[in-house]
């Protein structure tokens, strides 16, 4: 068997590291020159409308620069999703556009990225005053990325268009569909992250709504399929509240209270709950502190 002489292992274990520490300089040279561009995009933000065009022109040549330089790294990716929110904040949109469709063509297995451009496609209708062509991409993204964050969020966001623009037919529609939506993705999860988000969402949009009622049933759903969650005791306390002082019906709070503790009688709130529905039984109709 031929053995290497030390000094050989001395000379490679020198070239791996020169190589390490080449990759590791490459990185960070292109995370430093993101962060540049990104603040100098964060500055013109501030005030947009009194920058002038040399500034927007220098941050748009830092984002190709990078883009150019360090292709096929990370950094790329995140590069071009900068630029394109940088062109909506210049409102060149359809350079935006073509940048976020570009990720689409550059990184089709990277979901998450996929669910964020999308939404950029959409805003970029918005900011263009497009809301026709913003709703269709909207829309889009709650049908091509169902379980992402992002999706789960955009019912609220399209029912809190129409309740800036003071909308109020369509904001209540928005709603409402934000409901039918939410309801069949906490069906189709039960149990899991997933379902308990919806089953808040669904809560939230009832008070948007002001429909107590509906409100009160979701928020018992929400405490009886998910009794660990650290949000318990504030939704328990929620739905006394919306019982008593929007429905004056202190034997609702006392009847979801007692629900609660037969279907969980060892939970850690058990003595505290007890304590409350013998003091609403006694006939108090004030907010238990």
């Not at 070239?15 to 490459?26: H, M, Q, R």
Request: net charge neutral; proline share 4%.
């Amino acid at each position: 068997m031929r053995v290497f002489p030390k000094k050989i292992f001395d000379i490679l274990a020198v070239i791996v590291l020169c190589l390490v520490l080449s990759s590791c300089s490459k990185e960070y040279n292109a995370e430093r020159a993101l962060w540049k561009a990104g603040r100098h995009a964060r500055d013109i933000a501030k005030n947009p409308d009194a920058i002038p065009p040399s500034e927007y022109n220098r941050t748009i040549e830092e984002y190709k620069t990078i883009i150019n330089k360090f292709s096929g790294l990370g950094i790329e990716r995140d590069a071009r999703f900068g630029l394109g929110q940088f062109y909506i904040l210049k409102k060149d949109y359809e350079a935006a556009r073509r940048e976020f469709k570009e990720i689409f063509r550059l990184y089709p297995e990277e979901k998450g990225l996929l669910a964020s451009a999308q939404f950029a496609l959409g805003n970029s209708y918005e900011k263009e005053g497009v809301w026709e062509q913003a709703l269709i991409e909207y829309r889009k993204l709650i049908e091509d990325f169902p379980n992402s964050n992002l999706a789960l969020q955009m019912p609220i966001y399209i029912a809190g268009y129409y309740e800036k623009q003071r909308e109020e037919a369509a904001r209540e529609k928005a709603f409402r569909d934000a409901v039918q939506y939410y309801q069949r993705i906490a069906s189709e999860n039960p149990k899991t992250e997933l379902g308990y988000s919806a089953e808040n969402l669904i809560v939230f949009s009832y008070l948007k709504l002001g429909d107590w009622e509906k409100a009160v049933e979701a928020l018992e759903t929400l405490v009886i399929d998910y009794p660990k969650s650290r949000a318990v005791a504030q939704n328990l306390k929620l739905a006394s509240d919306i019982c008593i002082k929007k429905l004056d019906s202190p034997e609702k709070t006392v009847s979801i209270y007692e629900r609660f503790i037969s279907e969980n009688p060892n939970h850690p709130l058990s003595d505290k709950i007890k304590e409350r529905i013998e003091v609403l039984k006694q006939g108090a109709k004030d907010v238990i502190k």
